[in-house]
Structures are given as C-alpha cells and as structure tokens.
C-alpha cells in the first residue's frame, strides 16, 4: 500500500482535468494554426496525450499549457503537432499504388529524364520517411542511372521531428518490411538484413530532399510535378480545408500527371473537373480540354 502523501504521488494523466472549454480552445488554434480539424471523438485521446507533455513541462493546468504555448509557440508548436497527428506508415503502404506506378506511370517519366527531360515526385506529408523512400527505389528499379538525371523526389511533413528522422534514413528491423523481397532490395542493401538497424541505401537517398512544409500554408517550390502522394493526411482536415488542398494539388500537377491518396479519402470539390480515376485512389489530371470520367462526388 502506498503510504506516500498525495502531493508528492507522481502525477499521471487522468489527474489533468479536461473539459469541453479546454478541448475547444485547443481544436481553435490547431485548425487556425495548421489547418488540423480535431473530431469531438478524439477528445479522450487529446486529453491522454497532452496530459503527458503537461506533466514533462511541470504546468499545473490546460490554461498554463496555453499560456505556455502562445509564449514559446515556435518550439511548443512543434511538440503539439507532434501530439495531435499519428504517424503510422511503412515501405511499401498501400502496394497496389507503387505497383501502379511501375507499371504505368514511372516508365513514361524514366524516358523523358533519359531524354533530357525533367521530373519531380513529391511525398506530401511523408512522416519518417518510408513512403518517399519507397518511391526512390521504385525509380531507381527501372532506372539505375537516376541519380545522373534529372530527377527528384520531394517529400515533406510539417512535424520537425519526423522529418529529423526521415533524413536519418535509418530504422529499426522491424520496421523495414516490405510485401516481399524484390521490393525490399529496392530500398535497403541486403548485406545488413540481420542487423538491428538497418539503412536506406546511398542511391536511394540522394534522390530524396526533406523539407518542412505546412500543407495549409505558402508553398515555395515552384515548379509542377508529375506524380504527388498525399496519403491518410487529408482526413486530419474537414472537408472545405479538403477541397482547397485538392485544389491546390491539380495545379501543382502537370497535365497528365497522377494525384494518390488514401485508401479512406475521395477527391470531392472543384478539383473533380480537372481530374480523371485512373485507380484505386488514383487520380490523373487531365489535359485543358480533355475528359472527365470522375463520378462527381469522387468515387471510384
């Protein structure tokens, strides 16, 4: 039985009130800040891991939190987006789309860039790194020499400390399965594949560039892109904040050039016009004057 007195019990999450007032003020400057749209559901959720950074910090309260915050927003602000996203992916995620894309979209671009041409894949929202990661050897398997063309995978995030991790390019074991061998030996050397950690092969990497970036934010790079994915990050927006970004994506695209997103999310909004499915959550844009085949709410 512990005999301790309360006040000096380590304090522990449940022991932070949280009440509807501080779930709102908290949803208000996660959607003013970062264009993050925070479901009433995820409340519990909220409260458990905010409670933690509370604690680790030594405040007393919800409202010393926000004090705290709006006082030391560029440091805090990185913690919180921290704490409000999940960062849940692997190499390889979704198969079915890098299948896609070495079968029928990467080939055209590899020809162009052998041609002289230029070409640029951007990973919007890449957490630590596995997806763009993935695209880099999905390249690099149909052309070596990638490394001496003009191509280069773009991938950003807006949380700073899994994109720190993404430029490290190294990961536990047990994070670097893919669906079989062929694709893992795209991504890794086989010679470490015993090893606790292991890392992203040399070529790979240097067809990647990291950068921060806030979807909902200025965009500086400025030219077009041939193939964009944009996967299981527009469900942290509401459906306005949804459309504007699919907007925004079909004029980064170039005509002909391919949008994926998430198996749970569906292009909705203006952008419909400009697109045509081309797959499961894959979408072409099409050229000024070409067709539409998107069903109008987006589905498949």
């Known amino acids: 039985m512990n005999t301790q007195p ?7 999450p449940a022991d932070i009130p949280f009440d509807e007032g501080d779930f709102g003020r908290i949803a208000t400057f996660a959607k003013s800040e970062y264009g993050l749209h925070l479901e009433p559901a995820k409340k519990a959720m909220i409260h458990s891991r905010l409670s933690k950074r509370i604690i680790a910090l030594g405040l007393a309260d919800f409202d010393s939190y926000q004090e705290y915050l709006r006082a030391n927003l560029e440091e805090e602000g990185d913690h ?82 899994v994109l720190h991790r993404a430029a490290e390019g190294c990961y536990p074991a047990d994070e670097c399965k893919t669906p079989d061998g062929t694709w893992e030996a795209q991504v890794f050397d086989s010679a470490d594949r015993s090893a606790a950690k292991r890392r992203v092969r040399a070529d790979v990497r240097a067809l990647v560039t990291f950068r921060r970036l806030n979807l909902n934010g200025a965009w500086p790079m400025p030219g077009r892109f041939d193939v ?26 170039n005509d002909g050039g391919m949008l994926f997103i998430g198996h749970s999310e569906r292009v909705t ?18 050229a000024a004057a070409g067709p539409r085949t998107v069903h109008p709410e987006g589905k498949d």
């Open 80 to 161: 919180l987006i921290a704490v409000l996203t999940t960062n849940v992916t692997h190499f390889y995620r979704e198969q079915h789309h890098f299948t896609q894309l070495q079968d029928e979209v990467l080939p055209a671009l590899v020809a162009r860039a052998r041609a002289g041409g230029r070409v640029r894949l951007w990973s919007a929202g890449c957490s630590t790194g596995p997806e763009p990661y993935s695209l880099g050897g999905s390249v690099l398997r149909l052309c070596p020499e990638a490394g001496r063309l003009d191509i280069r995978i773009l991938a950003t995030d807006l949380d700073p400390f």
């Open 269 to 286: 909004g203006p952008a419909v016009a400009q697109l045509e499915t081309a797959g499961v959550t894959a979408y072409r844009k099409c």
């Open 6 to 12: 309360a006040s000096l019990l380590p304090r522990r």
């Open 228 to 253: 964009i994915m944009c996967r299981n990050v527009a469900i942290y927006f509401d459906k306005p904040t949804q459309q504007a970004l699919w907007r925004r994506f079909v004029d980064k695209l």
